[in-house]
């Protein structure tokens, strides 16, 4: 347990049970772990802002090839159709609901591409090191983190997935580049998620 009247920057509060603990210092690679419930609280790593920036440039265009690439083929009794990501915002605005286009609109592309956008902003003033840009760090780092959830992507892979295994019975599917680069623009997203701490973007935002 913490000391009582420490300040609120010595303090952080573990993600899983909302338990206090006192901020110590870690050496390169170390973690430290929630007291209670045994979650990862945060950890040092010098290569965090390289590591994410490196991956959100690639985020970003598995992004563009995953919109722009065809997605799959369907081949009913030789009717071939392929099918573009981007076009199935059309499709849905097609079947007469007006609003299920505009959520695809946004799930699919403007919240995606603005999160990646956002991200990207953030991890080259903080890479960068440029005084004009990391003034405003914190209000990006909250911005994105208001946003990250309404990212749906993987929701929609596997609404794919299981659609593909349905149609598999009465069609030909064919995968095409633009669905694996979908699928590899997932995988990053989750392992970005599932490693990189919010609690490590706040601690390179109070060094600058």
Known sequence: MPEPNLPVDDLVACHSCDLLHEKTALGEGEKAWCSRCGSLLY????NTIEISLALTIASLLLFLFAQLLPFLSIDVDGNKTTIYLISTIDTLSQLDNVLLGIAGALFLVIIPLGVLLLDLLLLSALYSNKRPLTLFARQLLLLIGRLAPWNMLEIF???????????????????????????????????VSTTLEPEELWQAIDKH
């Open 43 to 46: 950890r040092t790593n010098n």
């Open 157 to 191: 892979l596997l609404g794919v997935l299981v659609t593909i295994v349905k149609l598999a019975s009465i069609a030909e599917i064919s995968l095409h580049q633009g669905f694996w680069a979908f699928v590899a623009l997932v995988m990053i997203n989750l392992f």
